[in-house]
């Protein structure tokens, strides 16, 4: 079975950084593109970065130049740093497989709130 288990938010002023982590159990993790997503209020849950199992990443408009996704293959866990955080990042980010999500059941996810 599949665990996700995202961990690392916080409150953080606006201009300020957060890393979040996310250790994945369950599968043959090196092989798996990853990425991490965010759910703010009232809004659809969106992917903001990804990862290839080689290591290419992408990221949205939205956070590009100020989030960084990596991964540790022997951790089985991937990192989200988050750079200049603005408090439009404010949301519940969590991790599943990229492009798409493929494990249906969603970690519990990690709070970001950056105040203005």
């Known amino acids: 079975q599949v665990q996700l288990v995202e961990s690392g938010g916080g409150l953080v002023q606006a201009g300020g950084s957060l890393r979040l982590a996310c250790a994945v159990h369950g599968i043959i993790f090196r092989i798996t593109n990853m990425g991490w997503y965010r759910q703010a209020p009232g809004k659809q849950r969106e992917l903001v970065a990804a990862i290839t199992s080689t290591e290419i990443t992408d990221y949205a408009d939205s956070v590009k130049g100020r989030f960084t996704i990596s991964r540790d293959n022997v951790r089985n866990t991937v990192y989200l740093q988050m750079n200049s955080l603005k408090p439009e990042d404010t949301a519940v980010y969590y991790c599943?497989?990229?492009?798409?999500?493929?494990?249906?059941?969603w970690g519990q996810g990690t709070q970001v709130r950056v105040s203005s």
């Open positions: 599943n497989t990229a492009p798409r999500p493929v494990f249906p059941s």
